[in-house]
């Protein structure tokens, strides 16, 4: 079982420091950027937030019971901790959008649509089309402008082509 457990231990922390670089890039100069609050950052988590550090909990406990060393399963459980509230920032560059850490072209945004707390982004990420939610800040007011226009240009045409 410990085997199994180093196992886990290594793919875990693999995936998780990761993750964690990836949070760590930067916007490009000029890029519009929203940075936000750890607070927020565990709202967007939802059911992750509870999960992740159970998880690692288990396997600390797993550690705990077998007589082995908790210090990497505690450093596990600080990584997940950071990775949860590691602040992260939704930047609009020129050719990308830098959201969770990841640049996804700007020609793989499909449609931007208002809502009641910012703007809700379809896009086509890993060969999936999803949509993700950006709060209220510059960078979902920059979206807006951005693709509002052709939002309304598309609206006007098809409003024109009904009523003839």
């Known amino acids: 079982m410990t085997d199994w457990l180093l196992l886990l231990k290594i793919a875990l922390g693999t995936v998780l420091l990761f993750d ?10 000029g890029a519009v950027v929203t940075t936000l609050p750890a607070s927020e950052e565990l709202r967007r988590k939802g059911v992750n937030m509870v999960l992740m550090p159970l ?18 399963s505690l450093a596990l459980l600080a990584l997940t901790m950071a990775y ?8 609009l560059e020129s050719e990308f959008l830098l959201l969770d850490g990841w640049r996804i072209p700007l020609t793989r945004v499909l449609s931007v649509k208002p809502t009641e707390d ?12 999803t949509e993700q939610n950006i709060p209220t800040g510059a960078v979902a007011n920059a979206l807006l402008e951005r693709y509002g226009s052709a939002i309304n ?3 006007s045409s098809s409003d024109r082509g009904s009523s003839t």
């Open 153 to 155: 240009a598309t609206n």
């Open 20 to 29: 964690v670089m990836l949070l760590l890039r930067r916007p490009t100069e």
């Open 55 to 72: 998880v690692v909990t288990f396997i600390l406990v797993l550690d705990l019971l077998q007589g082995n060393s908790p210090l990497p």
């Open 118 to 129: 910012g703007v809700a982004v379809s896009l086509e990420r890993f060969g999936w089309l």
């Open 84 to 91: 949860l509230a590691l602040p992260r920032s939704l930047a």
